[in-house]
């Protein structure tokens, strides 16, 4: 299955035209959604055979991307093996904590000061948590992965072989917390678009007392059976939309 991205928008209006292109398209007005925050870091594949951990692989061209299963295995936060001797693949985000990459910045700048002293070229810092992120996850040795504080949050159940079967998302992440995934706790499931609405603007104001950076809102429609009548275009699917928050300014 393809890893498409996410039609997107930066407005209440916008996440309201996504509500009423849903309705319209079920011929229904109940429609529950899943509101997750959009985790700012780098999209990851995982495939499991019987439970254990096969492969590891970017988002790249949505169909193929880089492996990086050796990087990935040294990710405390991401099972080895799974609590089910399931096959299946799980896609979510991997991240780095604010906290850990302020860490790792003050650590290269110091490294930076000797470099300078001695006469030395600068090594590269990195310039936030997303981009510490996926340089961290990037590298050809696993070791220096390892020694960098890296995490992931599940967001996707994808095919699942001798596992259970599912009508709705949010069962399907409730399924991969009991697997061992870490699946964010702000994920909330709603029943209106003003609770939608509300849970956007709510991570808007507060998207800096999180300990992990987020850009947005994704908004899922819950129902596994609604996904699939609404389908998906060749870049996206039409049952999920991103509610971007603005670009953050900075002093460079
Ligand atoms: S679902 C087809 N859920 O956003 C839908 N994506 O702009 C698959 N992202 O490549 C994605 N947080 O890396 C989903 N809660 C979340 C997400 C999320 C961050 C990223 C993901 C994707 C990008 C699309």
């Given at each position: 299955t393809p890893m498409l991205s996410l039609n997107n928008g930066f407005t209440d209006d916008d996440v309201e035209a996504f509500d009423r292109r849903a309705r319209d398209a079920l011929g229904r007005d109940d429609i529950e959604y899943c509101a997750e925050p959009k985790f700012d870091g780098l999209a990851i594949s995982l495939v499991y055979e019987e439970g254990v951990l096969v492969r590891a692989a970017t988002r790249g061209d949505g169909t193929t991307g880089e492996d990086v299963t050796a990087n990935v295995?040294?990710?405390?936060?991401?099972?080895?093996?799974?609590?089910?001797?399931v096959s299946c693949e799980v896609r979510g985000e991997i991240y780095m904590s604010v906290e850990s990459f302020m860490k790792l910045k003050a650590e290269k700048e110091q490294e930076n000061v000797e470099r300078a002293e001695s006469g030395r070229a600068p090594v590269s810092v990195p310039v936030n948590p997303c981009n510490a992120g996926a340089g961290s996850l990037r590298q050809k040795d696993p070791s220096i992965t390892a020694s960098r504080d890296l995490s992931m949050w599940a967001y996707q159940l994808g095919e699942v072989i001798g596992g259970p079967q599912f009508t709705s998302h949010h069962a399907t992440l409730e399924f991969l917390s009991a697997l061992g995934f870490p699946v964010n706790p702000e994920i909330t499931l709603v029943d209106s678009l003003e609770s939608v609405v509300r849970f956007c603007n709510h991570w808007k104001e507060h998207?800096?007392?999180?300990p992990y950076d987020i850009d947005g809102v994704v908004v899922k429609v819950d129902r596994l059976a609604d996904r699939e009548r609404l389908g998906a275009t060749s870049k996206f699917p039409r049952w999920a939309f991103a509610y971007k928050f603005p670009a953050q300014q900075a002093t460079t």
């Open positions: 295995r040294t990710i405390r936060a991401i099972p080895a093996r799974l609590e089910e001797r998207r800096h007392d999180l």
